[in-house]
């Protein structure tokens, strides 16, 4: 029993440190020390800006639609060659755009 549970504590803290090294070593993002779970890279305004809150297993993207769509792809590749998205895939992806309205 003691062993199960151990494991299931070590999961989440091995599933994080795989976000945490994919986002910073692979992505080339910095994560905010004040906030962790928060990765950034670029301004968010311009074509290289990325936004990108974690909280437990759920991974938003913030940025241009081209660097979010690129950003989705390599995780998924990531973390399914790491086994960390089970069969069948559970890999979910919505697209949302938002326009802000100058006038």
């Known amino acids: 029993m003691n062993k199960s549970l ?3 504590k070590q999961a989440n803290r091995k599933y994080n440190e795989e976000v945490f090294h994919f986002k910073v070593d692979d992505l080339d993002l910095q994560d905010e020390i004040a906030a ?5 890279g670029g301004n ?3 074509a ?9 297993d759920n991974i938003t993207i913030i940025g ?3 660097l979010v769509a690129s950003i989705t792809s390599r995780s998924y590749d990531r973390f399914k060659a790491a086994g960390h998205v089970p069969v069948p895939d559970t890999f979910q992806s919505l697209g949302m755009m938002v326009r802000r309205d100058r006038s």
């Open 6 to 8: 151990y494991g299931i």
């Open 64 to 66: 241009k639609l081209v």
């Open 36 to 40: 962790p779970g928060i990765f950034f």
């Open 44 to 46: 968010l305004g311009e």
């Open 48 to 56: 290289n800006g990325i936004l990108i809150p974690v909280y437990v």
